[in-house]
T-cell receptor, first 114, second 109 residues
Framework: IAGITQAPTSQILAAGRRMTLRCTQD?????MYWYRQDLGLGLRLIHY???????GKGEVPDGYSVSRANTDDFPLTLASAVPSQTSVYFC?????????????FGPGTRLTVL | GQNIDQPTEMTATEGAIVQINCTYQ??????LFWYQQHAGEAPTFLSY??LDGLEEKGRFSSFLSRSKGYSYLLLKELQMKDSASYLC??????????WGAGTKLIIKP
């Protein structure tokens, strides 16, 4: 693995179902992030983690949860999916959460909730 | 509130120069990032500015004026592969990135 991987690549989900999007990085970065990207809007931060064992809420956290049990993995869970969660989800990581730290992005997961 | 403004779409000709502007208002400021995003792909890092002035990196340059809350990305000698969206993001006082909606750049032969 080189960089960040996300799974699945795409998914169609029935409303009300539970879904976990997976994110793994092999760069030993301390900070990780989940964004959603919708047409006409900028990337919006859902949740973040500055280091393993800690998480924080971003701009649009409702309906989503995360965990950070170790450095490499940062799964995003939709407890009960709704159509407004249809979006492209990007996971990103950076060496730390301070200034100058560049965020590197995974390839994204395209999620459709029907 | 926090806000990033950049044009929705721009068109330019292959071989020409284009300047993509970005204005920002954030709670505190710790730097300005530019990313490139090809359709259907992930954003990739282009540049970072924290001090006023111009940073040049090959065909791409980025400028920052902190007093004006303004940045631009300058692309020279445009190539067809430069057709992409260009995302401006300002880092606020909590080191979170506030993102613009992106500028879609269309390159015509």
């Amino acid at each position: 693995i080189a960089g960040i991987t996300q799974a699945p690549t795409s998914q169609i989900l029935a409303a009300g179902r539970r879904m976990t999007l997976r994110c793994t990085q092999d760069m030993r970065h301390n900070a990780m992030y989940w964004y959603r990207q919708d047409l006409g809007l900028g990337l919006r931060l859902i949740h973040y983690s500055n280091t393993a064992g800690t998480t924080g809420k971003g701009e649009v956290p409702d309906g989503y949860s995360v965990s950070r049990a170790n450095t490499d993995d940062f799964p995003l869970t939709l407890a009960s999916a709704v159509p407004s969660q249809t979006s492209v989800y990007f996971c990103a990581s950076s060496e730390s959460s301070g200034p100058t730290d560049t965020q590197y992005f995974g390839p994204g997961t395209r999620l459709t909730v029907l | 509130g926090q806000n990033i403004d950049q044009p929705t779409e721009m068109t330019a000709t292959e071989g020409a120069i284009v300047q993509i502007n970005c204005t920002y208002q954030t709670s505190g400021f710790n730097g300005l990032f530019w990313y490139q995003q090809h359709a259907g792909e992930a954003p990739t890092f282009l540049s970072y500015n924290v001090l006023d002035g111009l940073e040049e990196k090959g065909r791409f340059s980025s400028f920052l004026s902190r007093s004006k809350g303004y940045s631009y990305l300058l692309l020279k000698e445009l190539q067809m592969k430069d057709s992409a969206s260009y995302l401006c993001a300002a880092q606020d006082s909590n080191y979170q990135l506030i993102w613009g909606a992106g500028t879609k750049l269309i390159i015509k032969p």
